[in-house]
Nanobody, 126 residues
Framework: QAQLVESGGGLVQAGGSLRLSCAAS????????MGWFRQAPGKEREFVAG????????GYSDAVKGRFTISRDNAQNTVYLQMNSLLPEDTAIYYC???????????????????WGQGTQVTVSS
């Protein structure tokens, strides 16, 4: 059974950093795009960052561009999200997601992903 498990969330002060990890198991994810999404209280889930299956391309939302970096280690079946210069508005539950189109580029829409993790809470205090 395909599974994604996020870790690395927590409480951090504004300006601080966190590194989220997403460990994949149950099938090979190395040939599929991966993404990070987030959902803040009272808001819809939104795209944060995506990465192509071979890391040749990455994409970010305007809200996190220049502060967050997505990467992946296909040998370890793990995807990372390095978050720097965190802001209180980055507070949300962060979800890792795996795409279903083999050898595809990343996408910024939820419908392009069919396996989701349970999420990890990130709280940024002011």
């Amino acid at each position: 059974q395909a599974q994604l498990v996020e870790s690395g969330g927590g409480l951090v002060q504004a300006g601080g950093s966190l590194r989220l990890s997403c460990a994949a198991s149950g099938r090979t994810f190395s040939t599929y795009p991966m993404g990070w999404f987030r959902q803040a209280p009272g808001k819809e889930r939104e795209f944060v960052a995506g990465i192509k299956w071979n890391s040749a391309s990455t994409g970010y939302s305007d809200a996190v561009k220049g502060r967050f970096t997505i990467s992946r280690d296909n040998a370890q079946n793990t995807v990372y999200l390095q978050m720097n210069s965190l802001l209180p508005e980055d507070t949300a539950i962060y979800y890792c997601a795996a795409g279903f189109r083999i050898f595809a580029n990343w996408a910024n829409t939820e419908s392009e992903y069919n396996v989701w993790g349970q999420g990890t809470q990130v709280t940024v205090s002011s």
